[in-house]
């Protein structure tokens, strides 16, 4: 990346509290979303991150990343996976494929026996993500392959370029 094409990094938060999004703006005029919510699965109109990305015409995402498991930061991801091609996927690097799986699984039961309707919904949703991004594919026509945020690696821009003017590292917590 050349610097004479370095822009401005804009950073986007929507909903700060209860579903919480991050959307980026890279100096290089890509796009990138950390976490997303939706309060409602059935209606789009209800996702603040897809309506944000649609009202700019974005049609691209250079990564899109999941923080963690829990609801109020992927309820609703699995809209932006299907209006976007998405270069990266990143996903928590604690929890492998298998125990993302066991959770979507776990809180399924939870909630018929707890009768919540919404827990249901979230638990399926979260499966629903990681069956769009296994069926995606990358702009190269690669497969879109979730990559663990490891602790101190740099994620973006890849290839891995440590002299970059832009770079996104991982501080996530470690898997121990």
């Known amino acids: 990346m050349a610097t004479t094409d370095v822009g401005q990094l804009e950073i986007h938060v929507i909903g700060a509290g209860k579903g919480e999004s991050i959307i980026l ?19 789009r109109l209800s996702n603040p991150t897809l309506q944000f990305l ?17 609801d109020d930061h ?21 929890m492998s494929q298998q125990r ?13 026996t707890s009768d919540f309707e919404h827990f249901i919904e979230s638990a399926d949703e979260l499966r629903n993500i990681f069956k769009l991004v296994k069926s995606n ?11 663990a945020a490891t602790t101190g690696t740099q994620l973006f821009p890849v290839p891995i370029n440590s002299d970059a ?4 590292w991982a501080l996530a917590p470690s898997t121990r």
């Open 25 to 43: 703006r890279l100096p290089s005029g890509e796009w990138g979303v950390v976490d997303c919510y939706a309060a409602s699965l059935q209606d």
């Open 137 to 147: 594919r990358n702009k190269s026509g690669e497969p879109l392959i979730p990559r």
């Open 54 to 70: 649609l009202n700019r015409n974005v049609k691209h995402l250079a990564f899109l990343c999941m923080t963690h498991p829990h």
């Open 100 to 112: 993302l799986e066991w959770i979507c699984e776990s809180a399924r039961i939870d909630a018929g």
């Open 74 to 94: 992927y309820r609703g991801m699995s809209h932006l996976l299907e209006d976007f091609e998405v270069s990266y996927f990143w996903r928590p690097s604690v």
């Open 165 to 168: 003017v832009f770079q996104i």
